[in-house]
C-alpha cells in the first residue's frame, strides 16, 4: 500500500525546532509472528528511513501538523513505527501523535 503526504506529526504542544529540522520514521517489521526486526534504541537506523518529516524553523503551536514528504510505502506485514528526532529543541513532553490516515500513534 502506498500513503501519499498522509502521514503526519501532529505536535503535542507548542515548539520551534533548529536546525537540523526532521523528524525520521521506520516501518519495524514483525515478519514470523514472533520477533521485530532488531533497531537501536538511542540513535537512527542502519537503513534508510521509511519516511521524513522535514520541519519548519519556526513555531508549531499545538496541534500543529507536519505532513511527511512524497510518497510512503506501507509495509503488508505486521510492524510498529520507530521514529528518531532530528527536532534541534525538546519535543512538548505529551499528546505528540503520528496520523496516518484517520489512524493516530501516541508518540
Known sequence: MWADRSLSFLFGGSCT??????????F?????????EVMPS??????????VIPLLAAAYAANGLAPA???????????KVQVWSQVG???PAS???LILGTQ???Y
Request: proline share 8%.
Open 17 to 26: 525546532p533548529a536546525a537540523p529540522n526532521y523528524i525520521f520514521g521506520w
Open 42 to 51: 538511542n540513535a537512527a537506523a542502519a537503513r534508510d528511513p521509511d519516511f
Open 69 to 79: 514528504n512524497g510518497l510512503i510505502r506501507i509495509p503488508s506485514f505486521l510492524w
Open 28 to 36: 519495524v517489521l514483525k515478519a514470523d509472528d514472533t520477533n521485530f
Open 95 to 97: 499528546g505528540n501523535k
Open 89 to 91: 529543541a525538546t519535543l
Open 104 to 106: 493516530e500513534v501516541d
